[in-house]
């Protein structure tokens, strides 16, 4: 089943979600802001903020060659310029006519895409202020677009056995950085077509993407609180664009997750912060989740200077695309109560520690 929704109207501020509580600089007018509204945060935050920060120097898991490249990555994103031919070849395509949401998915398939979708723009996923930089923090965040168009891009599995290692938060940039060509060649070329569209990608985000990734029909919710994916599992990373297009939607789709995760846990079990629930979904802001303690997942991030990445490599259903996969992935679609013989299958096969799973993949 998926993600359900109630009828909460809560909305999320971007102020509160913790990347920019750590992107607010001691001192400055943005950060006596934040904690004279938020005094309670202050003391723990402060904590965090005295540990290494990620990609440098005094982490676990720092490595000078691969964090700088991963470095490269994210500083490389505030440059992308939508290459012209890229931006004329989606506007001749989105004016040929016929189904645009057809279109859209075909063209994003070509440049690399794994999968896309189109979600009806639920407000409960749009930020109510922005908060991840000082030059607009604070403004109210405004987006009546009607529709997201939601795509993914995958994590290479190979890079992804290093969790929590330098090397996954490399591929981790390195995927966030595509995700943003895609996403603002994708803006570049509905615009150019007449249309109105706002990108969305790292650290640039009006939206919450997992939830509308859900709502387009690209995955289900894990016990980890990442997207779980058709065909890379966790081992994806989520752009989109928002836009007035008159675009056919997508609706969600059962994978079996959530009758698979109930039951898993190696998420939880194999989190080295103890950050992930073993237990059962709550409701938040209107969606059934697992909870997850940000501050503990956070703090881990900055004692080892990587983004982890365990949860995403240890989840049974970021195995490769292989026909074997692919037949259980679609036995659990379609029947989620043979959750626990596929769960027992994946045991014997790959072990339920890390370890065990990163050294069989490696003799693999």
């Known amino acids: 089943m998926t993600t359900p929704l109630t009828a909460s109207r809560e909305r999320v501020d971007e102020r509160d979600v913790m990347f920019a509580r750590m992107a607010c600089t001691p001192g400055t007018p943005a950060f006596l802001d934040y904690y004279a509204r938020r005094p309670e945060l202050r003391a723990p935050d402060d904590r965090l903020r005295a540990l290494p920060a990620l990609l440098q120097p005094g982490g676990k898991h720092y490595d000078e060659t691969v964090c700088r490249e991963a470095s490269e990555y994210f500083r490389a994103i505030d440059g ?72 993914l891009v995958e994590m290479d599995r190979g890079q992804m056995r290093d969790a929590p290692g330098a090397p996954a938060i490399r591929e981790s940039a390195r995927q966030y950085w595509r995700a943003a060509v895609l996403a603002l060649t994708l803006e570049a070329g509905l615009r150019a077509a007449g249309f109105e569209a706002k990108a969305h990608y790292d650290a640039r985000y009006d939206v919450i993407l997992p939830p509308l990734a859900v709502a387009a029909g690209l995955g289900e919710m894990g016990r980890h609180n990442i997207l779980v994916a058709d065909r890379a599992g966790s081992r994806v990373r989520i752009g989109a664009v928002t836009t007035d297009a008159p675009l056919t939607r997508g609706r969600p789709r059962s994978l079996g997750v959530e009758s698979f995760c109930r039951l898993c846990k190696k998420c939880a079990d194999n989190c080295p912060s103890h950050a992930l629930s073993d237990g059962d979904r709550v409701e938040r802001r209107g969606v059934m989740i697992w909870p997850t303690a940000i501050e503990r997942c956070y703090g881990y991030w900055r004692a080892v200077g990587t983004d982890c990445g365990i949860c995403m490599a240890v989840c049974p259903f970021s195995q490769p695309d292989t026909p074997l996969h692919r037949f259980v992935r679609a036995a659990l679609a379609r029947a989620p109560r043979l959750a626990r013989l596929a769960l027992w299958f994946d045991d014997r096969l790959y072990g339920r520690t890390w370890n065990a799973r990163r050294r069989k993949a490696l003799r693999g």
């Open 80 to 151: 992308i310029v939508p290459d012209a031919e890229a931006v004329d070849r989606w506007a001749a395509a989105l004016r040929e006519g016929g189904d645009l949401a057809t279109v859209v998915r075909r063209e994003l398939r070509r440049q690399g895409a794994l999968d896309s979708g189109v979600a009806p723009l639920d407000q409960r996923f749009v930020y109510t202020h922005k908060g991840r930089f000082d030059a607009d923090y604070g403004l109210p965040v405004n987006l009546p677009h009607p529709s997201a168009v939601v795509f």
